[in-house]
């Protein structure tokens, strides 16, 4: 279970925990790395701290070494679009796309919403080169423009699917 909030624990995890985000944030992934490991050991059950560790692990380019804290984190919030889409982003860097992209899919319908998972989604369908990859991929985009119309990114992809198609 979690400290109890006000208790000297509690006061612990957060400062060590508060260390990691600052060290994530600066690049200093190593003591990312050893401050979120110190909460996973001080907060076993706060899927962030294992969420936080993954992600140092994985801008350190130790894919490997990720996959048990996401797991962890994913174990402890599975229905965390947020954490279900880590997992699916830590999945392709390793290179197993088609877990990724199922990964993807289980946070857009965790939380249709989620305009990041989302559009990662339409990111790793493109990439994907399936028979239907063009077709989904537009669906996406179409309804990534109705939820975020200014989202620039969106746009700019809109106009690149609507250029390439031009050209063919």
Do not use: C
């Amino acid at each position: 279970s979690l400290p109890v909030e006000g208790s000297q624990t509690y006061e612990q995890v957060t400062r060590v925990f508060y260390r990691g985000l600052a060290a994530l944030e600066v690049g200093l992934l190593d003591q990312a790395k050893q401050e979120f490991t110190q909460t996973t050991r001080l907060a076993p059950s706060e899927p962030a701290g294992w969420a936080n560790l993954g992600i140092a692990h994985l801008r350190l380019g130790e894919l490997d070494a990720a996959a048990e804290p996401i797991t962890q984190a994913v174990s402890l919030a599975p229905r965390n679009a947020d954490v279900v889409l880590l997992a699916g982003r830590m999945e392709i860097a390793r290179g197993r796309i088609d877990e990724g992209v199922a990964q993807l899919r289980h946070a857009v319908d965790l939380n249709p919403n989620a305009l990041r998972a989302r559009y990662a989604l339409a990111q790793e369908v493109e990439r994907s080169g399936a028979p239907d990859a063009e077709a989904e991929t537009q669906r996406l985009l179409d309804d990534l423009l109705m939820r975020a119309p200014d989202n620039l990114a969106v746009l700019l992809d809109q106009v690149r699917k609507r250029l390439t198609l031009d050209e063919l």
